[in-house]
DNA sequence: CCTCAAACTGTCATGAGATGACACTTGTCG
DNA sequence: CGACAAGTGTCATCTCATGACAGTTTGAGG
């Protein structure tokens, strides 16, 4: 690798270094771009030569992430199914990434959770690149389930659950009633929800709460049922995906 | 109500109708809202005192179909399970905007799905859109639950499949394969899936595929596992959900 | 009817994001 | 070294979006 290649790599992390710090000091929308670019003593047609976008510089750990859980998505044993395989990938590529793995800064990572939470601009571009990856996912769910993604709704369902169990996670760490701490342990706690069914029963106000209930259609599940995993008995037990649970 | 506010809202349905039109002409991006505005004879400035962006214009109907959904389900029978009163609100909804109910030009209905589609900038913002609304609807799943949002982290799982589930459906009506011409139909399907549990087993490449195997974790769903339903029953009959179903 | 205040609109100015064109500098390789 | 490619800066331009201000329309009330 040339100096060209050095050089080229060197201020493509400036530009991410400098952008994260003035976003976490000011904010993302209030960060432009010019201000990005001065910092690292570059124009700003070249930052735009680094970065489709003022996005794009945030979302470039977004990126890494996706691939971290398609990786271990794809290193699962063959036998799991696979809601259980996407949150066991999910939940240790969180865990990779707040130790620090993966070329996260531990602190960035919280950092940029924050700030997507607090921007639409970059919650959108967010979403929109959880979107546009969703064809990947997707095939990866169908390779597993053995099945052609063309023929069959049921692997691009799976596949935007993850969205779906992220954003889940995301929000109810911006919860402080919930109580969580980690990215992965909220995911998981997400992604186990949606292993296990969501088809929850109603429980009219009044009288008795909470007993299962299949009355409506198909396959209805009581608050704690079918619960035998590992880890979910481990957070079963406790207080955040049950609290009101059977009260 | 008088003149002023009629002048209002015609300004604003001729704001719509134009940009609808040149949208479907140009498509979204390459529209500025000066050729909307001139279309309508007033200026740039006064189109942004209508809608904040260029986005809003066309997430106008979005956000009447959120609200329609979020009433249907309301109005649900309260001992329907959450995510069966969830999958037939959105199927009704559906089916009323394709028959040009709750002032859908039909014909408008088919091309927003379109844009959305072709336009990054615009998915963004039907996806952020829908973030938004995630506090409603949460807060209407966990009514309905009798839970506590703020303590128990299932209501917003399955608000947040609102999202997943409209975006399955929404890839399955662009997918020519897996033949949809409704998105009521599309819809059905992908709900239907949620309904009833996305856990489904692992079929290794090589010989037996597709028997249940609860060898993973909890609650392994088989490929037809648990249906039952009406609607879904006569799905499940034909080729779209199950087309590689234990073939 | 007439007047006044509020609401609505147009014009102007401004700023940020994003992109194309073109010239200049710097690294690479023979 | 010298030719060629890659990378960068400058300049121009477009679009989206917003604030300020002035002119016009409209509704309400004397």
Redesign the interface.
């Known amino acids: 690798m040339g100096r060209r290649e050095r050089k080229k790599m060197r201020t493509r992390e400036a530009l991410i270094d400098a952008a994260f710090e003035l976003f976490s000091a000011k904010g993302f929308d209030a960060t432009t771009v010019e201000e990005i670019a001065d910092a690292v003593d570059v124009s700003s047609r070249t930052f735009f030569r680094y970065f489709a976008s003022k996005e794009d510089v945030a979302l470039t750990f977004q990126e890494e992430l996706m691939h971290g859980v398609l990786d271990a998505f794809a290193a699962r044993?063959?036998?799991?199914?696979?809601?259980?395989?996407l949150r066991r990938a999910v939940v240790s590529v969180c865990h990779t990434c707040e130790a620090g793995g993966l070329g996260f800064d531990p602190g960035r990572f919280t950092c940029l959770l924050q700030l997507t939470n607090e921007s639409?601009t970059l919650?959108?571009?967010s979403?929109?690149h959880t979107?546009?990856k969703?064809e990947l996912i997707t095939r990866a769910v169908a390779r597993?389930?053995?099945?052609?993604p063309?023929?069959?709704?049921?692997p691009?369902?799976?596949?935007?659950?993850i969205?779906?169990?992220f954003?889940?996670a995301v929000?109810?760490m911006h919860?402080a009633?919930?109580g969580y701490t980690s990215l992965a342990e909220?995911a998981d706690?997400?992604f186990a929800?949606?292993?296990?069914?969501?088809?929850?029963?109603?429980?009219?106000?009044d009288g008795t709460?909470?007993g299962p209930?299949?009355?409506?259609?198909?396959?209805?599940?009581g608050a704690d049922?079918?619960?035998?995993?590992?880890v979910?008995a481990r957070k079963n037990a406790g207080v955040?995906?049950?609290?009101?649970?059977r009260g």
């Open positions: 044993p063959a036998d799991e199914p696979v809601m259980t395989a639409g919650m959108a571009g979403l929109e979107q546009k969703m597993r389930m053995n099945v052609d063309a023929a069959d709704l049921r691009h369902v799976v596949a935007s659950t969205g779906c169990g954003q889940a929000e109810a919860s009633d919930l909220a706690d997400a929800i949606l292993e296990n069914g969501v088809n929850f029963a109603s429980a009219p106000a709460a909470d209930a299949d009355t409506g259609g198909g396959a209805a599940v049922g079918g619960v035998k995993d590992d979910k955040k995906v049950t609290a009101a649970g």
